[in-house]
């Protein structure tokens, strides 16, 4: 990961009616940040979690913002899912319809080289 700039990693979790989003980012730099408001933190999924909740306009965003950046590894999505359906009360009964990895860039001043060796989800 590049040591400056602005922008997160991000694992971006959608039902499939595209209702709600959910954000897992593990890994931020520089001046960017969630949508919404704080919730507090949590661990779910093998790691401790900012909880924040908000509304993009077009649908409900929850975004957990990793505590300390990480640049390998991997997430258990169904604990967290649980958590917001079970423990919040923020969504009914959904289906997930996409996982999807990346970075969200605001800044990159000269060029910087964002790279994913691999990337892939399991469902069980």
Avoid: C
Avoid at 20 to 34: D, R, S
């Amino acid at each position: 990961m590049p040591s400056s700039g602005a922008y997160n990693t991000s694992y971006d979790i959608w039902d499939t009616n595209y209702d709600y989003e959910i954000m897992l980012w593990v890994n931020k730099t520089g001046p960017v940040g969630p949508l919404g408001t704080a919730q507090g933190d949590v661990t779910l999924g093998g790691h401790t979690w900012s909880v924040y909740k908000g509304s993009n306009g077009a649908n409900e965003v929850f975004s957990f913002i990793r505590t300390s950046n990480s640049t390998s590894g991997s997430v258990d999505i169904k604990p967290i899912v649980n958590w917001i359906k079970n423990t919040k009360g923020w969504f009914g009964d959904v289906t997930i319809g996409d996982v999807q990895f990346g970075y969200e860039i605001t800044s990159s001043s000269g060029g910087l080289d964002f790279r994913t060796n691999s990337f892939g989800v399991n469902a069980s």
